[in-house]
């Protein structure tokens, strides 16, 4: 376990020194620019020094305060936290019978979570119910993307694999079933070795892990065998969860409108945060 902690924390430093942050504060990259911290346009760069000496300056522990003191939950030190996994699109049944998760499952396993003392806390999201519309959904912006480049050309939407998007799916966002949209499975052919080692049961290891920058050139490749398969595609959504931070590579390499669980959590936190002005909008 500590091996893979020491794995962790090393790329985690690699992608700050070498790929960086992006802020859109004018303030905090001002301050953080008279830090000595490397600051390039709004994007931030941090050398391991920089890192490890904020981390020096964070406590050892500290305390999730419930409304039930019982309840409190200490994190860092010598304590264990254990949470549930987050937003399983599947679950299977007593049958070993895989199928899409439902708002039911969702509050029988909440329940389960909060009656077992083996769980601290209860992980946000515990499944992806597929009843129970798509108002968290990547799906969203559909219609959006449908808009913004007009009826002449498609709108290609990616999902880990084909078949689990379903008619149900597209028309609780608002999409016309049959309109200017196509569908791939990034997975579908086998070609994303490092998503199967992380997602596909029977082929992950017992501790599911992934190469980053493999895991990049996989789906940059199979997203841009999808775009090239429809000459007139104008935009694509990518609809898995595990998509957007592979986002801006693909879009380097088709040059579209690309949108994401990303750009939709980006929207929903400019509407709910919204930014000050500094003379230009």
């Known amino acids: 376990m500590q091996t ?10 690699e992608l700050l020194a070498s790929i960086g942050v992006r802020f859109h504060c004018p303030e905090i990259l001002e301050r953080l620019a008279m830090m000595g911290v490397g600051v390039a346009g709004d994007l931030v760069r941090f050398t391991e ?12 522990a500290f ?38 998760a439902t708002l039911a499952d969702y509050l029988r396993i ?32 559909v219609p959006w993307a449908q808009s913004l480049i ?37 997975m579908d052919l086998g070609e994303c ?4 080692n992380l997602w596909t049961e029977g082929i992950r290891p017992a501790v599911p892990q992934a190469e980053y920058q493999q895991a990049e ?3 940059v490749r199979m997203g841009t065998r999808f775009f090239d398969n429809y000459p007139n595609m ?16 693909l879009q380097r390499e088709i040059g579209i409108p690309v949108f994401s669980w990303g750009t939709l959590m980006d929207f929903a936190y400019s509407i709910t945060v919204h930014r000050d002005y500094y003379g230009h909008v």
Do not use: W
């Open 4 to 13: 893979i902690l020491d794995r962790i924390h090393r790329s985690s430093l």
């Open 49 to 60: 020094a920089q890192v490890m000496d904020c981390l020096s300056m964070a406590p050892e």
């Open 63 to 100: 305390t999730l305060k419930a409304r039930n003191p019982e309840k409190d939950v200490r994190i860092g030190g010598d304590s264990k936290c254990l949470a549930p996994a987050y937003g399983a699109s599947l679950v299977v049944t007593p049958e070993n019978r895989r199928r899409n």
């Open 110 to 141: 909440a329940k389960l979570v909060h009656s077992t003392p083996l769980l601290a806390l209860n992980g946000g999201v515990l499944v992806q119910p597929e009843d129970a519309g798509g108002q968290l959904s990547s799906l969203l912006q």
């Open 150 to 186: 007009g009826p002449g050309k498609v709108v290609g939407i990616l999902m880990s694999a084909k078949e689990m998007l379903l008619d149900k799916h597209l028309t609780d966002v608002g999409v016309k079933l049959g309109s200017n949209y196509v569908i791939g499975g990034a």
């Open 193 to 196: 070795p490092e998503f199967d």
């Open 217 to 219: 050139k996989d789906f």
């Open 234 to 249: 104008g935009a694509m959504v990518l609809e898995c969860t595990g998509f957007p931070p592979f986002a801006r590579a």
